[in-house]
């Protein structure tokens, strides 16, 4: 996501400021409408298009967007205030395009999304173009800003790691969450719109894998919407874009910041351990003490221990090819290294206090594990 020309800020009058995003958005607007020129009709079709703006947008832009490239922009400013004016600035580009593209949500354009077919490829219509410069707009946006949020969160992520990009793509365009989004929505956006982000959120759960192409037939499906009324074309567009922007930052930011949550509290385990092997397996007999009950390894849990593996191996080279092995954890054996061990373990018992409260409330059956270990960490 580009950044509005440093002068826009210096300016004393809102108009100026709307200007300068204008102008920001019609640049961007022009690169897009080059790239759609590049499609063809069965690109469209099958969803190919997806697969093609995702390198499009990404590939030179992470080369160019890191951690410096914040750092220099907003010295000293705590992630949280950055994260908040990337979202509310990314909301206002996506409401100026809406207005910009709005005169191609007709049903006559909708009609001709319906018929657009054919494997052999084709110039693509001057009306479909229209409707998929927004879409690819509004795509490439809402990448960019999830992107800029795990980058100013310092999650790492490698757009060229296919289960990284997948991450991403998930994140920023609610496309596996549909459920929470629509929660949200009803909440986070006005009554009047309220209606309509439901119902663009309606179908975002993919039960397809993580093809791209099947992710961009899901987005023009969704995007349908917007071209589905006619006579209220503008309002409706700039309102969708606006909402589902926040909507999509927002759901970012909660999902980044939750991440980096857990990464500090990995970091802060692992530099303060005196027994990191040790750390590790307690750390897991906590996460498993639901085991016999069948429930699920909640994600930041989960998240909570490939962080901690890494960590252990990165700072104390730590590398316990026995715990990787592990499928059934066997609290006996556990309690037997537990034992083994000599002097104050005391970081031990801290650590797994940290463990069973990363994912919320401390049950009963983590109580109980905390409360063997911390009698067995009573020496002398």
């Known amino acids: 996501m580009t950044d509005a020309p440093t002068h826009a800020a210096d300016t004393d009058t809102d108009e100026a400021g709307d200007a300068a995003d204008r102008k920001v958005v019609e640049q961007e607007q022009a690169e897009i409408k080059d790239f759609v020129k590049g499609l063809s009709a069965d690109d469209i079709k099958s969803g190919n298009w997806f697969t093609k703006l995702a390198a499009h947008a ?3 832009y992470t080369e160019k967007v890191d951690w410096q490239y914040f750092q220099d922009r907003y010295a000293g400013v705590p992630a949280d205030v950055i994260v908040d004016q990337r979202i509310k600035m990314a909301a206002r580009y996506a409401a100026l395009e809406g207005g910009l593209s709005a005169g191609a949500y007709t049903a006559t354009v909708a009609a001709t999304i319906g018929s657009l077919g054919g494997a052999s490829p084709a110039t693509v219509p001057a009306a479909v173009a229209t409707v998929m410069v927004d879409v690819a707009f509004i795509t490439q946006l809402q990448l960019r800003l999830a992107y800029d949020i795990s980058v100013l969160y310092r999650v790492p992520l490698d757009v ?24 949200t ?122 962080h901690l593996v890494r960590l252990v191996r990165e700072r104390h080279e730590v590398v316990d090819e026995q715990f990787a092995h592990v499928v059934d954890i066997d609290p006996a054996e556990v309690w037997r290294r537990v034992d083994a061990e000599p002097g104050d373990l005391g970081d ?10 990363v994912d919320g409330d401390v049950n009963s059956r983590e109580k109980a594990v905390l409360a063997e270990l911390r009698e067995r960490c009573r020496r002398g």
Do not use: C
Request: proline share 4%.
């Open 58 to 60: 990404m590939n030179a």
């Open 160 to 183: 060229h790691d296919p289960e990284d990009l997948w991450k991403l793509i998930r994140v920023a365009l609610t496309i596996k969450s549909g459920e929470a989004a629509n929660k």
């Open 185 to 306: 929505a009803a909440k986070a956006v006005p009554a009047l719109v309220r209606p309509l982000v439901k119902r663009f959120y309606s179908k975002s759960v993919l039960a397809a894998g993580k093809a791209l192409p099947v992710v961009g037939k899901h987005l023009l499906q969704r995007n349908v919407i917007k071209i589905g009324i006619p006579l209220v074309g503008v309002p409706l567009a700039v309102l969708l874009n606006r909402y589902t922007t926040l909507l999509a930052g927002r759901h970012a930011r909660a999902v980044f910041r939750n991440e980096a949550r857990v990464i500090e509290l990995a970091e802060g385990m692992s530099r303060s351990s005196r027994h990191p092997q040790l750390m590790l397996w307690v750390a897991w007999l906590v996460i498993r003490a639901n085991a016999n009950t069948k429930a699920k390894i909640a994600d930041d849990e989960a998240l909570l221990m490939r």
């Open 348 to 357: 031990v018992l801290d650590a797994a206090e940290r463990v069973a409260t």
